[in-house]
């Protein structure tokens, strides 16, 4: 593709995406057909459109969903709206797996090959093999249907509400419109995401989580439970009890609830969240954003997706009393691109709340206002890292900053940003509820609260569960059922470790876990049997670390691919002739998680060495 503007025209398909999304253009300098007298005496575009560059991404879904991939002269047209250089926009585009430059059918399938669906026998399109007439099959990273392995998402391109062209119930089902839901805005084209051979209901009934009901749930409790879809049953299930709470209690005090709690981050790092909202709060730089970040990716985590899907209105009700904390007016939801239907949920429950009052002007009578803006990921896992979400929701290629400036201080448009995933966020509702203190006697002094573990592999009852931190490893997989041929277990998924079964005794604390030398990471426990040889998964995560490295540092860049290639030479070897690999990689692996800039590079080299050192692959 060329990459400065060429002869190359949008098809008017193309060009209904992007006006829907920008609007009519006003000018021939913006791409309209026709020159008026006007744009012969001054330009426009310039500074305004540039100040759009944020939509870049958003555009770039607009033609991909209405035609199934970006055609030059879409994207010229694209550029020519937001004044965008192509060549910047290529690179953006190119970014993104979710995303083809080249023509392909409008049905895509994505067939997840990852750890889980690995696991359940998934394999990948080289050994699969056969074509299906009118759809694209793409191999996957992990989709995030785990507790169904093996998972497919299958999207449909096409004008909003246009019946699909190319149904192919066999391999390709048509997506049917989730019960009771009326989404507040309709989707841009008919997009769905199901595990193979399983109705799209069937996600939001609750099989997800196998202790559905049980009374002792705090973060789940409504999940399988309440109409998702439904505000007033949510608030019968004790929905804004919390917002109503924090309002009583005013920002700085909502700060110290959360402080005091101990509640920590739940994505991986566990900084504590009270003080990062405290740091945001007293930037005298305004505005303040709130970022949700939604984009769980790492091979093995579902959580976010099951609590988006069954509970949207705790993430839309926790999101606004952290605006509240922060002094926020606008919140970021940024979602994986491969999560259609907590996308639908939540658009709906966005709606009704500012159909309610409870999102927008003047909150509940508070003179406190705050809106939702959902951003979609486009299949990046890095975009997972809180700099690099940043630069994708700004239109840029989503690769991680060089810290500090750290985001309190200049994050999502160089303005103070907290920054917190899903289950963070719901976390502060039984804070807040609870109190302080009462939430904090639940775990151990060091991790308080409840956790969500993310069990798939080889367990009778896979699916999303909650403990209380300190529960052991063997508590959980005891609920979940594990076979006699238990082999491993990776804890924290690509980025986490491996450990034997022997070790069921780990508390998983966050303390606990590092004693033991190991990481609970995003709450992934992945059980692994002996039917899929260890090698193989090995080779599937260092893979995955290659084609996710966004290539910005050479110690990540560089050695994810050595790290593939010397786990090549020794799959099939063991012993004395793996010997020389093995020190190759263990020099790789230090290499990466001393020098690369972000936590994808440090981590890339973890599970690998946990299988050498732990469980004694290729000895
Ligand atoms: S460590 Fe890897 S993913 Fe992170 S910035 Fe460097 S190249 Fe990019």
Redesign the pocket.
């Known amino acids: 593709m060329d990459l400065r503007f060429g002869d190359s025209k949008p098809t008017d398909e193309e060009r209904d995406a992007v006006d829907a999304l920008l609007g009519p253009p006003e000018s021939a300098w913006e791409g309209a057909d026709d020159r008026s007298d006007a744009d012969l005496r001054w330009a426009r575009g310039g500074r305004a459109a540039r100040d759009r560059r944020d939509l870049l991404l958003p555009g770039l879904h607009a033609l991909n969903d209405r035609v199934g991939w970006i055609s030059e002269g879409g994207l010229d047209y694209l550029c020519r709206r937001l004044t965008v250089p192509p060549a910047e926009a290529y690179g953006v585009a190119t970014f993104y797996s979710m995303f083809s430059l080249k023509p392909r059918e409008r049905t895509v399938v994505r067939v997840c090959t990852d750890l889980a669906c690995a696991v359940r026998g998934a394999v990948p399109s080289a050994e699969r093999g056969g074509a299906v007439a009118g759809v694209t099959v793409e191999d996957s990273p992990c989709l995030g249907l785990c507790e169904r392995a093996p998972a497919v998402l299958t999207i449909r391109a096409g004008a909003p509400g246009a019946p699909p062209r190319t149904p192919n119930r066999r391999s390709a089902p048509r997506p049917q419109a989730p019960d009771g839901l009326s989404p507040a805005h309709p989707a841009p084209a008919e997009i769905s995401a199901r595990p193979a051979f399983e109705d799209e209901a069937e996600g939001r009934r609750g099989e997800a989580v196998p202790q559905a009901g049980d009374p002792a749930l705090i973060l789940l409790r409504r999940v399988g439970v309440v109409d998702p879809a439904s505000l007033d049953d949510y608030r019968a299930h004790g929905g804004y009890t919390a917002l109503r709470r924090a309002f009583a209690l005013g920002p700085a005090a909502v700060i110290r609830e959360v402080t005091d709690a101990g509640l920590v981050g739940r994505g991986g790092a566990a900084f504590p969240t009270g003080r990062k909202w405290q740091a945001t709060a007293a930037q005298p730089d305004h505005p303040h954003y709130l970022v949700c970040n939604a984009d769980e990716s790492e091979p093995g985590t579902f959580k976010d997706r099951v609590l988006m899907e069954g509970d949207p209105y705790a993430l839309v009700e926790s999101m606004t009393i952290a605006a509240y904390a922060v002094g926020a007016r606008h919140g970021y939801l940024y979602l994986r691109g491969e999560y259609p239907r907590a996308r639908r949920t939540l658009e709906h429950a966005i709606g009704e709340a500012r159909a309610r009052g409870l999102l927008g002007e003047d909150i509940l009578g508070q003179g406190f206002s705050f809106d939702i803006e959902i951003r979609r990921g486009a299949g990046a896992y890095?975009c997972g890292?809180e700099t690099?979400l940043f630069n994708s929701i700004e239109g840029y290629r989503g690769?991680?900053r060089s810290k500090p400036p750290f985001p309190v201080e200049k994050g999502l448009f160089g303005k103070p940003t907290a920054e917190n995933n899903v289950e963070t966020l719901v976390n502060v509702l039984p804070v807040l509820t609870l109190g302080a203190a009462a939430y904090a006697a639940i775990g151990t002094p060091k991790s308080t609260g409840p956790k969500l573990f993310c069990v798939s592999g080889a367990v009778s009852r896979p699916g999303l569960y909650e403990l209380p931190f300190g529960a052991t490893l063997g508590d959980l997989l005891g609920l979940a059922g594990t076979p006699d041929t238990l082999r491993a277990i990776l804890l924290g998924g690509a980025a986490g470790g491996f450990v034997r079964p022997d070790e069921l005794d780990i508390p998983l604390t966050f303390e606990g876990t590092r004693e033991a030398g190991t990481t609970l990471g995003s709450g992934v426990v992945l059980a692994i049997d002996d039917s899929v040889p260890l090698p193989r998964l090995l080779l599937r995560v260092a893979e995955f670390f290659r084609d996710?490295?966004?290539?910005?540092?050479?110690?990540?860049?560089v050695g994810?691919v050595r790290q593939e290639e010397a786990l090549h030479r020794i799959a099939d070897r063991r012993g004395a002739a793996a010997a020389a690999d093995i020190a190759l990689l263990r020099d790789v692996g230090r290499a990466?998680r001393d020098a690369?800039?972000?936590?994808?590079?440090?981590a890339?080299w973890n599970a690998v060495e946990s299988a050498i050192d732990r469980l004694g692959a290729y000895a």
Not at 596 to 602: E, P
Request: proline share 8%.
């Open positions: 890095i890292e690099a690769e991680p996710e490295s966004c290539g910005q540092c050479v110690p990540c860049r994810t990466m690369s800039i972000c936590g994808l590079g440090q890339a």
